[in-house]
């Protein structure tokens, strides 16, 4: 089972639709689009039991990754049977799957998006980074958090 970040995207959406308190996030969601979520590859082992590694995405801010992490919890406790979560075997029993490590993504950061949506170490490092991605102006991620 592969949950690809499109799936990721519109997980996020409906867990922060879902919770007045997280719905002041959306717009945040929808501007920083698919493009800013990782990938869950999943893999199966000698055993029949499931494992999967998480793409990491190094342009993506630390606190916008927090907001996904607490939007995969919200989801989680929503639906404690979604298929983000258990794998089922064809007999019908719930397998857990567990993670076992992080793939550093190579994909192309998306462009024209707040500067505050992406890793500010990340775009320090090099000056192209920051030429090629047209930051847009911050959008006051950090305050939002706190509100």
């Known amino acids: 089972m ?30 920083a689009g698919v493009q800013m979520h990782s990938d869950d590859e999943s893999d199966q082992d000698e055993n029949f039991k499931f494992h999967f590694r998480v793409k990491v995405l190094p342009y993506r801010a630390p606190l916008l990754l927090e907001i996904f992490k607490r939007l995969d919890e919200l989801d989680a406790a929503i639906s404690k049977a979604s298929s983000s979560i258990l794998v089922y075997r064809s007999e019908g029993r719930r397998v857990e799957r567990r993670r076992v490590g992080d ?45």
């Open 103 to 147: 793939i550093r993504s190579i994909s192309k950061a998306p462009t024209s998006l707040p500067s505050d949506l992406y890793d500010t170490q990340w775009v320090n490092n090099n000056i192209i980074h920051k030429n090629a991605l047209g930051l847009a102006p911050a959008i006051g991620l950090r305050r939002l958090i706190l509100d």
């Open 2 to 31: 592969l949950i690809d970040e499109i799936q990721l995207y519109q997980l996020c959406l409906q867990a922060a639709g879902s919770d007045e308190k997280w719905s002041r996030f959306l717009p945040i969601i929808k501007m």
